[in-house]
């Protein structure tokens, strides 16, 4: 799992998104906002438009390296990747490699050891601080956009990508959907 994320992390770095929090087998990540250098300046439809073309392309990009993690290729790293980076995917391919490395079992390991993702993804205006009691506040983005993803996520086939009508439309508007 550590050599996922960490092959994920470099997607949304590429793409400036943050990592929000892993809870269990779920990477939940946002862009924009006020901590976000790249949207400053812009008003909200530029942002929207910023926001909705790296969120998308992320997206895709995350379950491209899905299927390059799963045959232990590295072919999605950066030149900028970090020796720390490099050195957790190492370590996960050889698990990988080693699960697959032969006998009596290899074959159906192999079948099985296949990580495969869903992504629900959707904009909107959300609430980004810290949250929770005192000695127990916990960083985190709230809101109810955050809900309609992980909802969607939750119904999107495996392998596949699933968005909110607000989120397309903006991709129609900008000409991504087509493109794509």
Known sequence: LNGLYTAFNSVLRRHGGYLNKIEGDSLMFHYGGTIDPRVRGLDDEQTSRYIARELFFTCIE?????????????????????????????????????????????????????????????????????????????????????IDAKRMETTAPVGGLRISEEFYRILEETGIADAY
């Open 62 to 146: 995350m379950q491209r390296v899905c299927n390059l993690f799963n045959q232990a290729s590295d072919r999605f790293l950066t030149e900028s990747a970090s020796a720390e980076t490099k050195a957790v995917l190492e370590k996960a391919f050889e698990i990988i490699s080693t699960l697959r490395g032969g006998g009596e079992f290899s074959s159906s390991i192999n079948a099985l050891f296949q990580i495969r993702i869903r992504i629900g993804a959707n904009i909107g205006e959300v609430t980004i601080g810290n949250f929770g009691p005192d000695g127990a506040k916990q960083w985190d983005v709230v809101g109810l956009p955050v």
